[in-house]
Structure formats: structure tokens, C-alpha cells
T-cell receptor, first 111, second 112 residues
Framework: KAGVTQTPRYLIKTRGQQVTLSCSPISGHRSVSWYQQTPGQGLQFLFEYFSETQRNKGNFPGRFSGRQFSNSRSEMNVSTLELGDSALYLC??????????FGPGTRLTVL | KQEVTQIPAALSVPEGENLVLNCSFTDSAIYNLQWFRQDPGKGLTSLLLIQSSQREQTSGRLNASLDKSSGRSTLYIAASQPGDSATYLCAVPSRGNEKLTFGTGTRLTIIP
């Protein structure tokens, strides 16, 4: 089975722009979660989607949003980028009650 | 609110030694605990998942233990190798959902 894939792998944006990141889960996994990893804050939960519905949300501003499609693929969007949004964004998929499988991440740099 | 702590933040040991990484959590009402490995700039690789009903889980040279009552887990690595150098993270799920709360990680360096 193919693993979790994330595109793009690297991204450079400037302040004020918006960005969309994509995640394709492992086939058959309906839950997709997003995490932000920074040196200062570590790994922090952004949100989780299941069957196209957001089930859980972390403590991030409304500039961070996401969605899930009927094929379980997910996108997250960050609007009005700030320097502090520079991070590694990780996506994970899981079957119910099992471990989460993480993708390689998207490295976002905001200049 | 669940808080997960990992001590030490960094550890360097000579190749061949056995070592233990520690993870503590504040809310003992967990239903599992996971250990992950992360190589620099990469995603996370799941190493072991221990269910709350288990006390130990083993995979090759890795052994993870869980003591819910004391809010602790350890990851034991036997006969360490340079390829074990990475950051190790433990994580626990929140009740009833898929959100994982991660520890801050232990950066392990194995010296050849």
C-alpha cells in the first residue's frame, strides 16, 4: 500500500499570501489529521477530518482551515500568511482506533 | 488538559550501549500511547503502539513499557546503532478522538 503523500514538499511564500497544502491518505483510511511542527512549539494539532466532516479542531486562528473530499483526500489552507506560520506541516491518516500514519510533511517558509 | 513531557531533551551514547528514553503524561486516562521516530526534516515513523491494557510492547531491539497509574512510559533501545540517531517522540490520544498530544521529544545521537 502506498503511504501518506503530501504535496508540495517545499513551499516559499511571502507575508500576506495564502497557501494550500494537499494530503492523500493511505487507501481505506477515512480519518485525516493535520499537525504543525515548529522548533519553539513542537508538534501541535491543527484539525481532523472524517468522512468530509471536521471532527476536531486545535487552538489555531481562523486563518487556518481545511476540508476533506469524498475520496478522503484533504487540503489545508492558510490565509494572510505570517512569518510565524513557517513550519513543517504534517498530515496523518488512520483507520478507526489504530495508529496514525504520517506523511513526509510540507516545509513552508514565509518570507 | 493532557501534558506530555520527555526527559532528557537530548542524549548522546556510544554505539552498542543500551539506553532508555522517558515519557510522562499528566492524565492517566489514556487508551494507548505511541512512540514515533523522526529523522531531521522528515515525517514521523510509528515505532510502537501500546494499548492501555498492555504493559509492554516489543519490536526488534525496541521495547516500550507503559505504567498508566504513574503516568509514565519508557522506550528501551538495545545494542544501539548509529542508524538509531533521530528524535524520538511519544504521543497520547485525547479521549474519544484522534487528536494526538506529543511530547517535546528526545534527540538521540549514537556515537560510532
Amino acid at each position: 500500500k502506498a503511504g501518506v503523500t503530501q504535496t508540495p514538499r517545499y513551499l516559499i511564500k511571502t507575508r500576506g499570501q495564502q497557501v494550500t497544502l494537499s494530503c492523500s491518505p493511505i487507501s481505506g483510511h477515512r480519518s485525516v489529521s493535520w499537525y504543525q511542527q515548529t522548533p519553539g512549539q513542537g508538534l501541535q494539532f491543527l484539525f481532523e477530518y472524517f468522512s468530509e466532516t471536521q471532527r476536531n479542531k486545535g487552538n489555531f486562528p481562523g486563518r487556518f482551515s481545511g476540508r476533506q473530499f469524498s475520496n478522503s483526500r484533504s487540503e489545508m489552507n492558510v490565509s494572510t500568511l505570517e512569518l510565524g506560520d513557517s513550519a513543517l506541516y504534517l498530515c496523518a491518516s488512520s483507520p478507526p482506533g489504530d495508529t496514525q500514519y504520517f506523511g513526509p510533511g510540507t516545509r513552508l517558509t514565509v518570507l | 488538559k493532557q501534558e506530555v513531557t520527555q526527559i532528557p531533551a537530548a542524549l548522546s551514547v556510544p554505539e552498542g550501549e543500551n539506553l532508555v528514553l522517558n515519557c510522562s503524561f499528566t492524565d492517566s486516562a489514556i487508551y494507548n500511547l505511541q512512540w514515533f521516530r523522526q529523522d531531521p526534516g522528515k515525517g514521523l515513523t510509528s515505532l510502537l503502539l501500546i494499548q492501555s491494557s498492555q504493559r509492554e510492547q516489543t519490536s526488534g531491539r525496541l521495547n516500550a513499557s507503559l505504567d498508566k497509574s504513574s503516568g509514565r512510559s519508557t522506550l528501551y533501545i538495545a545494542a544501539s546503532q548509529p542508524g538509531d540517531s533521530a528524535t524520538y517522540l511519544c504521543a497520547v490520544p485525547s479521549r474519544g478522538n484522534e487528536k494526538l498530544t506529543f511530547g517535546t521529544g528526545t534527540r538521540l545521537t549514537i556515537i560510532p
